[in-house]
């Protein structure tokens, strides 16, 4: 086994996977890739399962140099990526020989990118995962001179991601949001504020949450026991500014909840910088359903060559 | 028993709204039946103290049709088919050395620090859920005569093994994290393990002792100051 030798690890690079599921009960966060559709797709470039092991780059500055043949595929944020001081495109699998260097230059729009590798980043599961939490000390971040194990010797067609499915990165994103939890605690006059006035992405956004600023929204219930927090929950604190909790949040929380923003929408909440504007929009149960299922049947579909027509 | 919407994925089912043991058996009766025949197509099962979290594939469930299934369940599960929770002593020690805040909390309530450390020992706390942070076992109820309320400003960094309360709810901090609850004592007792069956050493249903120990028998089973 050989692997991809790390020059130089970036601010935060981490390998991630589909998440560490089913241990919420002892308090284990999912965890799992921040932008579970373009980590999907880096793994589908190269015709594998979507949650193969894979690494997750936080906004880039990354350097490796492969110490094996095998065949990359890069997606997520927007950045330069350069294969031997060569500009190649991301969203594409990228085949390496022994020697080749990948360099990730820091990401213009979006904030996180993912790099798969054929059959994988070889790691060992703990409870099921290689999900990298490094609050819970599952695995550890990427360091300079890691080498990354991988196979080698393997190959793989050059395949790329049509380009209405690549997602962009604009400065507003609209969240769709399912009420929910103690949404009736929450009046029909803080409801038409949370959806008709716009957010911004704060400093304070990373794997666990996104905390929002705007205009601060009251909740008129009573005081809370701590409950289960699902994915996309969306906390109104005290102070009336939004948390949206993403992968590594909390298990239980005592926060009042208004409802939670949906899968697909989380994805795009996880590559929005500071500073993004945020609107929320409800949106009704049948819908986020559908939404989600054809997302759900996109990242379950069988892998391997298209057929030809 | 009622539902709310969690997520496009996932219900929450509220048995009560207030914490009590007679609540929390409802809700650990249907916690433990579900774990024990598991339903296709469920992906969590959490449990907190008057709720039941249910994260599910969307493509085999919906919503409105689980809670119709859970409900007939639920009806079917007596309280008494409720395992009964292991009964567990936590060896802890209790001084100042490693209870940051047991002479503030003794002054509060105008006890001396033994008076704090036999009414903490004396109760039987029952495990409500595990959540927060991996083997985080949030417990109660605390004698009302040294319920205390969280500090103000949490601590940055608090030991492994941190014996504390908040109110009327104790716990044991499994690793060294921020936290605001005030401590008690400490304890050489892995909260959490991945070398151990099921990971967590308590699990929610328990019944929990502290027993106060020695410096020496705390340094003994591996305890640090």
């Known amino acids: 086994m050989s692997g991809l030798r790390v020059h130089q690890a970036g601010l935060l690079t981490q390998i991630e996977d589909g998440g560490r599921i089913g241990y919420g009960d002892i308090g284990i966060t999912q965890s799992g890739a921040a932008d579970r559709y373009s980590a999907a797709w880096a793994n589908r470039l190269l015709l594998q399962p979507v949650d193969t092991p894979l690494l997750e780059i936080l906004l880039g500055g990354v350097s490796l140099v492969s110490e094996a043949d095998t065949v990359v595929a890069l997606t997520g944020a927007e950045g330069a990526v350069k294969i031997n001081g060569r500009e190649v495109a991301l969203w594409r699998a990228h085949p390496l020989s022994k020697g080749d260097r990948i360099e990730i230059g820091i990401a213009k729009r979006g904030l996180r990118l993912y790099l798969a590798v054929k059959s994988g980043f070889a790691c060992q599961p703990e409870l099921g995962s290689c999900a990298t939490t490094l609050k819970e000390g599952f695995g550890r971040s990427v360091e300079q001179g890691d080498l990354l194990l991988c196979g080698t010797g393997l190959s793989s067609p050059v395949c790329s991601t049509l380009g209405h499915l690549i997602p962009d990165y604009p400065d507003m994103i609209t969240l769709r949001v399912l009420l929910g939890y103690q949404a009736e605690g929450f009046d029909g006059e803080q409801r038409a504020r949370f959806f008709s006035t716009p957010y911004h992405v704060t400093q304070a956004t990373d794997r666990m949450g996104c905390r929002l600023q705007g205009a601060a929204v009251t909740y008129g219930g009573g005081e809370l026991i701590s409950e289960p927090i699902a994915y996309g929950s969306i906390q109104i604190p005290a102070d009336g500014q939004p948390i949206v909790l993403l992968n590594e949040r909390q298990t239980i929380g005592g926060y009042p909840k208004i409802g939670s923003v949906i899968p697909m929408d989380c994805y795009r909440l996880a590559q929005a910088r500071p500073g993004t504007r945020i609107v929320f929009k409800e949106t009704g149960l049948e819908e986020a359903r559908s939404v989600t299922q054809e997302l759900l049947e996109f990242i379950d579909a069988p892998y391997g060559l298209p057929s030809p027509p | ?225």
Not at chain 2, 39 to 64: A, K
């Open chain 2, 1 to 225: 028993m009622y539902y709310k919407v969690a997520a496009v994925d996932a219900i929450i089912l509220y048995f009560g709204d207030e914490i009590s043991e007679e609540i929390s058996d409802r809700v650990l009766a249907l916690y433990h039946a579900l774990k024990a025949a598991p339903i296709e197509g469920l992906i969590e099962i959490i449990p907190s103290y008057t709720t039941l979290y249910l994260q599910f594939d969307l493509r085999v469930h919906t919503h409105e049709i689980l809670f119709a299934q859970i409900r007939a369940l639920g009806t079917e599960i007596e309280s008494s088919s409720l395992p009964k929770g292991r009964e567990i002593t936590i060896p802890a020690y209790f001084d100042p050395s490693v209870g940051l805040d047991l002479e503030r909390v003794a002054a509060l309530h105008s006890l001396s620090i033994d008076e704090v450390v036999r009414l903490y020992t004396q109760r039987t706390y029952r495990v409500y859920t595990i959540g927060f942070a991996p083997g985080y076992a949030y417990m109660g109820s605390v004698d009302a005569r040294i319920a205390t309320p969280r500090l103000a400003t949490p601590r940055a960094q608090i030991p492994r093994g941190s014996v504390a309360i908040a109110h009327t709810q104790c716990a044991v901090y499994p690793e060294a994290s921020p936290g605001g609850w005030n401590i008690l004592g400490r304890t050489a007792t892995r909260m959490f393990d991945r070398g151990l069956e099921g990971f967590s050493y308590l699990r929610a249903g328990d019944r929990v002792r502290f027993e106060a120990i020695s410096r020496e028998q705390f340094l003994a089973q591996g305890g640090r100051i």
